[in-house]
């Protein structure tokens, strides 16, 4: 077993992999191994590899389709075997001591970390000393680790560093995602009990502006250093940490850290843009926790609400891996790439499902309903859709989330097929029906294992099929009436359902606002005090320019509204101008 494992990914480095590779091969430290792992690369650097590897026994290369760094990083962790492991990038290099130096400073003060000096060489010649370690130095303060792995209190890097396999072969670099470092080098530092700092010794940083973290901007780089920013402020919160000034100490620095990382509101008038405000991200992620599994159904008219949802989910979003499920008798390629773009973040990812729609002949659609497919019917065949998945949590793409879906989720359904919040129409569908209860459908948990142990699929399609005459709002009648026995009802909070006119904006603790009816934000002359719910998220979607139109539009839905109803005498004033105003002018609390 080597004492050190060397890992060093490699993506189309062929002008500097050499460097990087006589840096290793030659050091003065002999016990090692080098793990090359060739992250997808297109140009000559597998051949370089593959060359070396035949000069020294100690080169194993791994190949792997592109993942990026982070990925690269796991996969060499994976096959390494050292009692220390230590990151090396493929366009820097390390002085020919560097082994040595970090491996015996840590035997010698049983350190759990090492750390070199670095030195940033420029591609003209120029360098400096970016960490300069003049003098030995051990640190055994907990609250003091942290600002020493730190480079000049701002640079999360994990690289320069020497690492016991202890202290980090629980841990994992986030994948897909730019600034990986900075996640993982905060949660390495609580497991650390003590540093060396190591002089004499250099981890050469070369400033490669080829490179793909310094190729200049772009939205997916923009939003990974924002989500993992505000991700080490939480981190440290949490963990009682307390970071140096210029790594966002308090909220003060936090806005001052990420103020060229914002997201920007886009107005056009005929196409053309006409001004832009910056408006500060909200988004708060975690990488630890519970695996969400929510799911749609959606066709292609649907697709931009969908992404609106989405996105909300997403900005209120607490911790865990978020795992999306769309099902759909088939979306555009055009559609699936821009819900998959939404969805696909550092802690979220999305499937899209194909179903057939003639299994669904049987079911009734009512003109009492005319803006709703028989996508609504979808729920049915949850259970064979998802085998791998004991539960999922179903929602209508007619909604935003306006908190974290998590408590929602980790509800205990066990005993239940579903569980749901009373209907808006609670009190007539259950007369209509007979029922002693009734639920929308349109945000439910429910319970795959029970539906496959127990066969609840074809007493759905059974029954609507036996009682189309029946049914008035299509397959939520169907669930009310088959799985009456065994349904949980949950707080109104998590389905607030909205959509007449002057109804009040005045609901406490709104977990979700779901628009029910024809009526909805997105509907022109729509005007009530929810619609900027919808507005606020739509504005971060690839339809968000849309946002002004509606609003303008709202004012002519305004004048709609005053006309159809002030003249209505059978009200009294009060009546009518609670209608009116309450669409416009009330907010709430």
């Known amino acids: 077993m080597p004492k050190i494992s060397v890992i060093v990914p490699v993506y189309n480095v062929e002008k500097y992999l050499a ?43 791994i190949s792997q389709e592109n993942k990026k760094l982070g990925a690269a990083r796991n996969t060499g962790v994976s096959a390494s075997k050292g009692e220390y492991i230590t990151y090396v990038d493929s366009d820097d290099w390390v002085d020919l001591d560097y082994l040595e130096k970090l491996y015996n400073a840590s035997v010698k003060y049983n350190a759990d970390v090492s750390m070199s000096s670095v030195i940033k060489d420029r591609a003209n010649g120029s360098k400096y000393y970016f960490l300069n370690n003049k003098k030995e130095k051990f640190i055994q303060n907990v609250s003091n680790i942290v600002n020493e792995m730190i480079i000049l209190g701002k640079w999360y890097v994990v690289w320069g560093k020497l690492y016991r396999r202890s202290v980090i072969e629980n841990l994992s670099f986030i994948e897909h995602a730019f600034y990986e470092d900075i996640r993982y080098l905060l949660q390495v530092s609580v497991n650390v009990k003590s540093v060396v700092k190591v002089s004499g010794t250099a981890y050469h940083y070369f400033a490669n502006n080829a490179s793909i973290i310094r190729s200049g901007p772009s ?23 307390k970071l140096p000034d210029q790594c966002l100490d308090n909220e003060k620095h936090l806005f001052y850290k990420i103020k060229h990382c914002v997201d920007k509101d886009k107005y056009y008038v005929l196409g053309i843009k006409v001004f832009e405000k910056k408006v500060e991200p909200q988004v708060n992620f975690l990488p630890k926790g519970d695996v969400l599994n929510i799911v749609f159904s959606v066709d292609d008219n649907y697709v931009q609400h969908l992404g609106c949802t989405i996105v909300s989910i997403l900005q209120n979003k607490q911790d865990g891996q978020i795992n999306f499920y769309v099902i759909s008798s088939g979306l555009s390629p055009k559609n699936v790439k821009i819900i998959s773009k ?7 990812d999305i499937k899209f499902i194909n179903v057939n729609n003639d299994e669904f002949k049987d079911c009734p659609l009512t003109r009492n309903c005319p803006h709703i497919s028989i996508a609504t019917y979808y729920r049915f065949v949850l259970a064979d859709l998802l085998p791998e998945l004991d539960k999922v949590l179903y929602l209508d793409c007619d909604l935003v989330t306006m908190g974290s879906l998590k408590q929602l989720y980790n509800k205990n359904v066990d005993d239940y097929y579903f569980a749901g919040v009373k209907d808006f129409w609670d009190k007539s569908s259950k007369e209509r029906l007979n029922i002693e209860r009734y639920c929308n459908a349109g945000v439910i948990l429910v319970n795959l294992k029970k539906f496959r142990e127990e066969g609840v699929k074809e007493k759905l399609f059974n029954y609507a099929a036996q009682n189309a005459e029946k049914m008035i709002f299509q397959d939520q009648d169907v669930l009310n009436c088959v799985l009456q026995d065994k349904m949980l009802l949950l707080d109104k909070k998590w389905n607030i359902q909205v959509g007449r006119e002057g109804q009040k904006d005045d609901f406490d603790d709104v977990k979700i606002y779901h628009f029910v009816g024809a009526n909805k934000p997105w509907t022109l002359m729509y005007i009530l005090p929810f619609k900027k719910y919808y507005l606020k998220y739509l504005r971060y979607t690839p339809w968000g320019a849309k946002t002004l139109l509606y609003n303008i539009f709202s004012v002519f839905g305004f004048f709609k509204i005053i006309r159809r109803n002030v003249f209505r005498f059978r009200w009294s004033k009060k009546e009518k101008m609670i209608r009116i105003l309450g669409c416009v002018v009330y907010r709430g609390k």
Not at 32 to 61: A, H, M, P, W
Not at 219 to 241: G, Q
């Open 342 to 348: 939404l969805a696909k973040t550092a802690f979220s």
């Open 219 to 241: 939205p997916k780089k923009t939003k990974d250093r924002t989500e993992a920013t505000l991700w080490a402020y939480n981190f440290a919160k949490e963990h009682n940490i």
């Open 19 to 61: 460097r990087c590779l006589d840096s290793l091969i030659n050091q003065t430290f002999q016990d090692f191994e080098i793990i090359c792992v060739n992250d997808g690369s297109t140009d000559s650097s597998l051949q370089i590899l593959e060359e070396y590897k035949k000069k020294d026994e100690r080169i194993v290369v």
